[in-house]
């Protein structure tokens, strides 16, 4: 058996701005406490598990899969952002937060259903 060598891939560096406000640095860091906000109410809605039985972890499950997602995308959110500083035009991210009331919603809806119904 061989074993050949992993090379890690490197990763594009990421672009720079002149921005002293550093406007897509707070972006991301208020993705990021949006994301470990999540999972904290994922963590709070597993204390449901012995009342409501399995049914608890949809919520969670949906949480998990919207921090996961988050995360994913901050590299491109940041990416994004300095682009449109350095073009002088930066776009809202509308998918961002629909998606992420979208998340909100369904938390919501799946842990009053499973109150309700269970």
């Known amino acids: 058996m061989v074993f050949r060598s992993v090379r890690p891939v490197p ?50 499950a949906i949480a998990v899969v919207g921090v996961g997602l988050i995360q994913l995308s901050q590299r491109r959110r940041y990416r994004v952002q300095v682009a449109g500083i350095n073009y002088e035009k930066v776009a809202a991210d509308f998918w961002a937060v629909f998606w992420m009331t979208v998340m909100a919603v369904l938390i919501a809806a799946t842990g009053i259903a499973g109150v309700w119904l269970f």
């Open 11 to 60: 990763r594009r560096p990421l672009p720079h701005h002149e921005d002293p406000g550093l406007q897509p640095e707070r972006t991301v860091m208020s993705w990021g406490r949006t994301g470990l906000a999540t999972a904290v109410v994922a963590l709070l809605l597993i204390r449901w598990y012995p009342s409501v039985g399995v049914v608890a972890f949809v919520p969670v």
